[in-house]
């Protein structure tokens, strides 16, 4: 987050940037490691909850461990590919981004239920039109005008 520095009414003075607060060492920490724990811990969610509904109640077997491990790195890498360029994106294309994300990942979950092709394709866009409405909605809300964003 960013301070201004206090401004001085005396005139032709210089003002100098100021100097990094240990807080600002704390916050960017948090943020390296959020962007990493994040996608791996929901990774891990979803390839055991990918796994389990496969299973659909049967025996634990090498190929449902393996199924579910490819789904955890699959979801895990395009979390972190998401991460990583939607916020370079104009806001429109960064829910647009985050909505492929989230009904992409929920249609493949919905469908290992046994359900069809039809009913998980709709589940799936009403998923992903509701992410994006409620970023949408973020995102416009949180830009300055000349459309910075504001955090």
Do not use: K
Not at 72 to 86: E, M, R, W
């Amino acid at each position: 987050m960013a301070h201004a520095a206090p401004s001085s009414s005396a005139p032709g003075t210089r003002h100098t940037a100021r100097a990094p607060q240990p807080s600002d060492v704390f916050d960017a920490r948090i943020h390296a490691v959020a962007l990493w724990a994040v996608p791996v811990l929901g990774g891990l969610v979803y390839g055991l909850w990918a796994a389990a509904i496969n299973r659909g109640g049967g025996p634990i077997t090498g190929w449902n461990i393996l199924f579910g491990f490819v789904c955890a790195i699959v979801f895990a890498v395009a979390c972190v590919g998401v991460l990583l360029v939607a916020p370079l994106l104009r806001r429109e294309l960064h829910a647009v981004l985050w909505a492929v994300f989230a009904g992409l990942a929920f249609g493949f979950i919905y469908s290992q239920a046994d359900h069809s092709v039809w009913r998980s394709t709709m589940m799936s866009l009403g998923v992903a039109f509701g992410v994006f409405a409620v970023n949408f909605y973020r995102y416009y809300t949180h830009e300055d005008a000349a459309g910075h964003q504001l955090g």
